[in-house]
């Protein structure tokens, strides 16, 4: 970054008679207490035209300067490839020494690096941005020549509208990551506690339940701590598997949609709810729900949870329950379908004395006991599969 201070200090040789007038007015700052010399160096400031502006020489320059009120101030870190242009000047033929000065960060100026180059005595150049003194017999042309033919310079700064926009980044993804892992902690703490309060009916659930909150942590962790330390391959890392999660959703909600976009219920005059059958559903549903082994435990967790045990208690009348609004699993595992024609005795017995006027499977397959019930039949597995739709 370029230098360009409004201060004029007595480091640069000035002729005070064409800069000065008798009876001008001009602003002052103590630079430096010298008590064994008892002396008070002062920096001048606000002369106009400014006179430090005149003695300074481009070297390099890709905007112009901006304007004349930038401040000195001592930044954190000096310019990262400040060493090697000392030492690529230190090894140039003609130049006999080089030191470090003052130096200066100037905010405006920052978009691209500029070189400007002031005389200081008759051998001796000042580079304006950290301060480098060069003594040389180097030409003013020469000395040019040997800035730009030994290091290529590189903006050493963001500007500073860049830097307020990657520290408000950094900021978002530091904090929505703390909150994200703090709700993916609670997610695997209530899968541990389901694997240990709940049967297996339940229990078969803890272990997405688990992953889900494992997953959702470590993207939190790599998101949290590459924003913290500015880490680029955790925030790569972290933006890879955030992008995979991402894309991993949408073809899940794709496939999700297809499945189960077949399945209506079938109204049956007089009843309330709907009647629901397994053919009217996608064939990988049909297939997952035919399965014995999954369909024997889904069965087991219907006879635990004595999900039809609750009829009788909430329809204590015949009346009560024929207005009975059903869910699609009460419709479908605790009764027969009515296409079968058994009197409903109760909410929860249907007289199997009459014959069937249908050649439905599952009119054969309902049972009043509490443990069979209509767990077998296939308007069972169409209301469970309704209940998922």
């Excluded at 800035?147 to 509208?161: D, E, G, M, N, V």
């Excluded at 949609?257 to 559903?281: C, W």
């Amino acid at each position: 970054a370029l230098i360009h201070q409004t201060e004029v200090s007595w480091d640069v040789p000035l002729n005070p008679t064409t800069t000065f007038k008798i009876g001008q007015v001009v602003e002052a700052k103590v630079h430096q207490l010298d008590f064994s010399l008892e002396r008070i160096y002062l920096s001048l400031k606000e002369i106009t035209p400014d006179p430090l502006t005149e003695s300074l020489e481009a070297v390099i320059d890709d905007h112009s300067v901006s304007d004349s009120t930038l401040e000195a101030e001592r930044p954190e870190v000096e310019w990262a490839d400040l060493e090697l242009l000392v030492n690529e000047l230190r090894n140039y033929e003609g130049i006999e020494l080089v030191t470090k000065g003052r130096f200066f960060l100037s905010p405006g100026l920052t978009p691209t690096f500029q070189v400007y180059m002031a005389s200081m005595f008759k051998n001796q150049y000042k580079l304006l941005a950290q301060e480098v003194v060069v003594q040389t017999w180097l030409s003013t042309e020469e000395m040019k020549h040997a800035i730009l033919s030994r290091i290529a310079l590189q903006p050493p700064f963001a500007s500073t509208q860049e830097q307020m926009s990657s520290g408000t980044s950094t900021f978002v993804i530091r904090w929505v990551n703390f909150l994200t892992m703090l709700v993916a902690l609670v997610v695997m703490g209530y899968g541990v506690w389901m694997s240990t309060h709940h049967d297996s009916c339940q229990k078969s659930l803890t272990l997405p339940i688990i992953g889900l909150g494992s997953l959702i942590f470590i993207i939190s962790v790599l998101g949290f701590v590459g924003a913290l330390k500015q880490n680029c391959l955790l925030l790569w890392t972290y933006l890879i598997m955030l992008c995979l999660v991402l894309v991993g959703i949408l073809v899940f909600t794709v496939f999700v949609f297809i499945v189960t976009n077949d399945g209506s219920g079938h109204s049956v005059a007089g009843l309330r709810y709907k009647e629901y059958q397994l053919q009217d559903y996608g064939s990988w549903f049909v297939t997952k729900l035919n399965n014995t082994h999954n369909w024997k435990h889904i069965r087991s967790c219907f006879v635990k949870a004595e999900t039809c045990h609750s009829l009788p208690k909430r329809y204590k009348t015949l009346k009560q329950y024929k207005l009975a609004k059903l869910t699609p699993i009460e419709a479908g595992c605790c009764r027969p379908p009515s296409q079968c024609g058994y009197p409903a005795v109760n909410a929860s017995h249907y007289d199997l004395s009459f014959h069937p006027i249908s050649s439905n499977k599952d009119c054969k397959r309902y049972k009043n006991s509490k443990a069979i019930k209509c767990y077998n039949c296939d308007s069972c597995k169409a209301g469970v599969a309704q209940y998922i739709k």
